[in-house]
């Protein structure tokens, strides 16, 4: 298949899976990067009509959303309906040189090149789920007949060890936006939308320990993810002077807190890739955060590693960083130069790149 105009490429991002935190904001911003993009002429979104990528993707004459209602119901059936009888029409429509899908589960061919997106590591790390089986099964039937699947770390390419044309492509960062701020600021910063599973109430009973005067510790994330685990955080936050759960924050104010931050705390026991610390390394701010091969592969050599769940292990860690200067100091210029890694030109150019490939196959 050939690109549909002169002016480049027609790429579609199949972002109706994209609800929430990290993948959200990449499709977002990879729709931004794609329009900038010299190969490119005009990118398409679909998405929930109302949700994060609808309301954050900046329409201009190359981006086109096409915002999908919410119906009541299964929203896993409806995206599947959508996708089965409206989607492949689509593609024909707009003659679609290649498509990103940002569940990688796709319930028929399509006409055109298919790279699929696999940010998620749960089902294959809950091997006795039966829905986790499902969705592995669904995802191994589009990864096999795509021309590429797209994975934001080595750890998660482990995982997906017997599938085809796997690429590690990380997630990338606005550079601009958090670029290194002059010098470190002195407050703790979890950015995390508030799931069980990324731990926040280690963080506080480890910040309760810390020695006094304790620095302000800032709590940011989406809370409408599981209200009952942020209503949880919240009331164990209030006993604890010095703890400002701040929730959802527009960006300008998530920007100013990492420059505020002298060190990010990553706690989370489910990662494939820690786009906030990312952003952290980015902007130089050092990380004390969990000793999980995905966190490792996104902080590298500008955080300390901490292994399980024992408090007392996570406040020295903390504590060691506040204390000692020449150790902050060290992590700093790592995590700055970590944060190099990440472009969301980067990501762009990977899906320019194995379309144009498949392109030149067909």
């Not at 050939?2 to 027609?10: C, D, E, V, W």
């Not at 762009?348 to 790149?353: E, P």
């Amino acid at each position: 298949m050939t690109p549909s105009s002169p002016a480049g490429l027609t790429l579609f991002l199949d972002a109706l899976a994209a609800r929430f935190g990290g993948t959200a904001y990449a499709a977002v911003q990879l729709a931004a990067a794609l329009d900038r993009h010299p190969a490119v002429g005009r990118v398409l979104v679909a998405c929930r009509r109302g949700s994060i990528v609808d309301r954050g993707t900046a329409r201009t004459d190359g981006v086109h959303v096409l915002g999908v209602p919410a119906r009541p119901g299964s929203e896993l059936v409806q995206r599947i309906t959508w996708e089965a009888l409206v989607l492949p029409r689509l593609v024909r429509t707009h003659a679609v040189d290649g498509l990103m899908s940002f569940s990688g589960m796709l319930p028929r061919r399509l006409p055109c090149p298919v790279i699929c997106l696999q940010a998620n590591p749960v089902p294959y790390e809950e091997r006795r789920s039966v829905a986790a089986a499902v969705r592995r099964s669904a995802f191994a039937r589009t990864a096999r007949a795509a021309v590429a699947t797209h994975v934001p770390s080595n750890h998660v390419a482990g995982l997906l060890h017997d599938l085809p044309h796997v690429r590690v492509v990380p997630l990338g960062v606005d550079r601009h936006a958090f670029a290194p701020a002059d010098r470190a600021g002195a407050e703790l910063l979890y950015v995390s939308d508030f799931y069980a599973h990324k731990r926040h109430e280690l963080v506080l009973a480890a910040y309760s320990a810390l020695a006094s005067p304790r620095p302000v510790l800032r709590l940011i994330g989406n809370p409408d993810v599981e209200p009952a685990t942020f209503a949880r955080v919240s009331r164990a936050a209030r006993g604890l002077p010095g703890v400002a759960v701040d929730g959802h924050v527009a960006f300008d104010e998530l920007r100013a807190a990492y420059r505020a931050a002298r060190i990010f705390l990553m706690a989370s026991e489910r990662e494939s890739f820690s786009m906030p610390l990312a952003e952290a390394s980015c902007t130089g701010v050092p990380a004390v955060a969990r000793d999980h091969p995905a966190l490792r592969e996104t902080a590298g050599a500008g955080a300390l590693y901490v292994r399980g769940n024992d408090p007392r292990a996570w406040t020295t860690a903390v504590q060691r960083l506040l204390d000692d200067s020449a150790l902050h100091a060290r992590l700093r210029g790592a995590a700055i130069a970590q944060g190099q890694r990440y472009s969301w030109e980067l990501m762009a150019d990977q899906l320019v790149a194995d379309v144009t490939r498949a392109g030149r196959r067909r």
